[in-house]
Every structure is written in C-alpha cells, then in structure tokens.
C-alpha cells in the first residue's frame, strides 16, 4: 500500500478548529483516503473518506488538494472527546483491509 | 446504529493454552476481518474473510491463528496454543461490501493476556 505521513502529535484548544495533515505523494489513482481515529482503549472508528473532492460528514470535514498528494482532515470545534490518535489510511489493494500507521495523537485542551 | 460486539471483553489465559475470541458482525455485513494491537503499538491487520473463506492474511496469522464463521452470526478468531507474545488486544472488524471505498466497523476489542 501506499505511504502516509503524519505528524506525530498535535494540540488544539477545545472549541477551536483543528486541522490534521496528511501526505501521500505516491497516491495512485484508484487510492480512497480514508481517516479513521482511535480514542483511549477503544477500537478504530471510521471518520471520513474521499477519492478526489472534498467530503463533508457529521463528524468532519476532509479538503483533498487538487494533485491528491495531500489531504486535511479538519475537525470544526475541537471537543474533549476528539482526543484520539487520527489516522491517515490509503486503501489500495482488492482485499479491503487497512493498513494502520502511526497516526496523530491529538491532544485537546479544556 | 448497528455495531459489531465483541467478547470476552477481557481474557487471561495460560501460555500454551487454546483461546477463543468470538464476534458478532453487523448483520447484513459480508467481509469480516481480524486485527490486533499490542501495547503501545501499531493496529496490524490479522486476517480477511469472505464467503466463508480466507481472503487474505498477514504473516502473523499462522498455522497457530484460524478462523471461522459457524453460524449466520458469528465469527471467531481461535489461538490455538497461546504464546507470551500473543498478548494484545484483538479487533474484529466488518464491512459491507468490497472495493475500496467501502466503510470497515471495528468492535471494542478483546483484550488477551497471556500469563
């Protein structure tokens, strides 16, 4: 699968916007750019996800630059309960499984 | 909203010991998945299934690792003789349909310790 990367960790303010990069220069064509995210001691939840226009959901916001080789899951108001590791996934391949990276710890302050 | 449920929630078990960790996809669901997490790790993908087959695998499902769907419900993961390495917590995952844009729902996990 195709390679992502994210920052490592991020803070926001409760309230206030947060915007999550994610770089995939090596994208192909076929690549849906998912976002899932992991709050403490839970299972990954799906957030979004998008081929090529932006994507808008209960959840989130995802804006896919126009070369697909980067991508921005932006969170309006940040809550407490955002805190989670976010994760940038592409899925490539015919077998449907994910491949997890690191991800971003998002950090939310009251 | 339709979930996929998860037990045991938490399982200590011996080394060498066999273990069974159970699912129940959401129900109209066709593909169903394992994965795990160690401590402080990565989640790894385990194992894909579909119409009552394997559909692809990781190098850390081995001969020690299988699954099964024994009913129209559930999906089990089985250890058949656990290692100290085995501790992590499992997740169970189903999607809909294939094709990669397709959503994949993960359980709460069953946490395995293995002593």
């Known amino acids: 699968d195709a390679k992502t990367t994210q920052p490592n960790s991020m803070e926001s303010n409760e309230e206030e916007p947060v915007h999550l990069p994610c770089n995939h220069s090596?994208?192909?064509?076929?690549?849906?750019i998912h976002w899932y995210r992991q709050l403490p001691s839970q299972g990954p939840e799906y957030v979004i996800h998008g081929l090529t226009s932006n994507v808008n959901n209960r959840m989130a916001s995802l804006a896919i630059a126009e070369d697909r080789k980067s991508s921005t899951l932006i969170l309006h108001r940040a809550t407490l309960r955002d805190a989670a590791v976010y994760y940038c996934?592409?899925?490539?391949?015919?077998?449907?499984?994910?491949?997890f990276g690191g991800g971003t710890r998002l950090m939310v302050k009251p | 909203e339709p979930e996929v449920t998860q037990t045991p929630s938490h399982q200590v078990t011996q080394m060498g010991q066999e273990v069974i960790l159970r699912c129940v996809p959401i129900?109209?669901?066709?593909?169903f998945y394992w994965y795990r997490q160690i401590l402080g790790q990565k989640v790894e993908f385990l194992v894909s299934f579909y119409n009552n087959e394997i559909s692809e695998k990781s190098e850390i499902f081995d001969d020690q690792f299988s699954v099964e769907r024994p009913d129209g419900s559930n999906f089990t993961l089985k250890i058949r003789s656990t290692k100290l390495e085995d501790s992590a917590m499992y997740f169970c995952?189903?999607?809909?349909?294939?094709?990669?844009?397709?959503?994949?729902?993960f359980g709460e996990g069953s946490w395995l310790t293995v002593v």
């Open positions: 090596t994208i192909s064509g076929t690549d849906y």
């Open positions: 995952a189903s999607s809909g349909t294939g094709g990669t844009g397709n959503t994949i729902y």
């Open positions: 996934i592409l899925r490539r391949n015919a077998g449907n499984m994910l491949t």
């Open positions: 129900s109209n669901h066709l593909y």
